[in-house]
């Protein structure tokens, strides 16, 4: 017995309408496959914005002189410093790397204290902003000189300062400031360079 196709599927049944609408679903699901496909791999070739860097800034290789004056005190200070004196407190500027090196002399008159008390509330005021603040005492019995360094990190104004006294006529205090906004990764080879001059102001300064 030889079955035909007609005897295996009654014809008359079958609603046209519902046949062209399931084979425009397929396309369609097709298209949007097709629409994925292509997107995913768009998205491969996007470029990914990079991270911005930082220019790397060399300075030239310090050169230092005794500064002379008529004050209290003397000190070396690095050649390529602009310095202004103020009544013997001083002002060292870096055009160049858009910093200030700040020096203040105050006389000792019975108040040690007090401006040993300033002079560490001055450096903390930035502990807020800084990672951390490492101290250094400095001693220097020889020529009377007595003090501590302060190296401050993270984003503070300041990175640096110190104070030193013989603890009866003279008290300093030094800081390095910043005129830009602090971001300590792209003022990391400006800061290590002031630190640098900072400690030699410090441990080259005597009394007369």
């Not at 040690?112 to 400095?138: G, N, S, W």
Request: proline share 4%.
């Amino acid at each position: 017995m030889i079955l035909l196709i007609k005897d295996l599927f009654d014809f008359t049944k079958i609603n046209p309408c519902k046949t062209r609408l399931i084979i425009m679903k397929e396309k369609i699901t097709k298209y949007v496959a097709l629409i994925l496909v292509f997107a995913l791999f768009s998205c491969g070739d996007e470029s990914v914005p990079k991270p911005k860097g930082h220019l790397r800034l060399e300075y030239p290789i310090a050169t230092y002189t005794t500064l002379k004056n008529n004050c209290a005190y003397q000190f070396d200070v690095n050649k390529s410093g602009q310095v202004k004196d103020k009544n013997c407190s001083f002002e060292i500027n870096y055009p160049k790397m858009k910093a200030t090196i700040y020096l203040t002399h105050k006389s000792v008159n019975n108040n040690i204290k007090d401006l040993l008390r300033d002079a560490q509330k001055l450096t903390y005021e930035h502990v807020i902003k800084a990672d951390d603040i490492l101290e250094q005492p400095f001693i220097n019995t020889n020529k009377k000189v007595y003090g501590m360094f302060y190296q401050v990190g993270g984003n503070a104004a300041t990175n640096a300062q110190f104070y030193v006294t013989d603890s009866t006529k003279n008290f300093v205090t030094g800081s390095v400031y910043f005129y830009a906004k602090p971001n300590f990764d792209s003022i990391l080879p400006a800061a290590k360079y002031l630190q640098d001059d900072m400690r030699r102001i410090m441990e080259t300064l005597e009394w007369k």
